[in-house]
């Protein structure tokens, strides 16, 4: 008496028998079911079952995957154009003249902006004369170049 299960199992089993592959003339076991798979599996079975795919079929499928270039494309805008910030309110903007204006515009209303502004005229100011001394010191290729001490 035959029982219709649901699921493929050790009970799903119609007929199998030895048989030659169509496509590439290898020994093959054929196995069908009660659910009407039909499978090929390499012959002689030893142990567990392996499925049969044919040596023709893997060529083919090797084939295209030659034929079409792997393609990797970098998102756009993310690594090339970084965009600026504002150091008070954290506001991005594309370009400096942007945060300049904003940063001007916001120094009448918040008083944060207001003194990030006078302490960076500060900071600007302190460091600008440092750096036209050390800018006098240019060494010249193919010389010695002797550095007077401070």
């Not at 199998?16 to 002689?44: I, M, N, Q, R």
């Not at 150091?87 to 916001?106: R, S, T």
């Not at 006078?118 to 050390?134: A, W």
Request: with cysteine.
């Amino acid at each position: 008496m035959r029982h219709f299960y649901k699921s493929h199992g050790k009970h799903c089993y119609l007929r199998s028998f030895k048989t030659s592959c169509p496509s590439c003339k290898a020994d093959v076991l054929y196995w069908e079911c009660t659910h009407g798979s039909k499978l090929f599996f390499e012959y002689p079975p030893y142990g567990k079952l392996i499925r049969h795919f044919c040596r023709q079929n893997l060529k083919k499928k090797n084939q295209r995957l030659d034929k079409f270039q792997v393609i990797i494309k970098k998102p756009i805008g993310l690594l090339e154009n970084t965009r600026v910030s504002c150091p008070v309110c954290g506001k991005l903007f594309e370009n400096e003249n942007y945060l300049k204006d904003h940063i001007n515009q916001m120094k009448k209303n918040d008083d944060n902006h207001k003194v990030f502004l006078e302490n960076q005229y500060i900071f600007e100011n302190n460091f600008n004369s440092v750096d036209e001394k050390e800018t006098k010191y240019n060494p010249k290729f193919g010389r010695i170049n002797l550095k007077k001490g401070k």
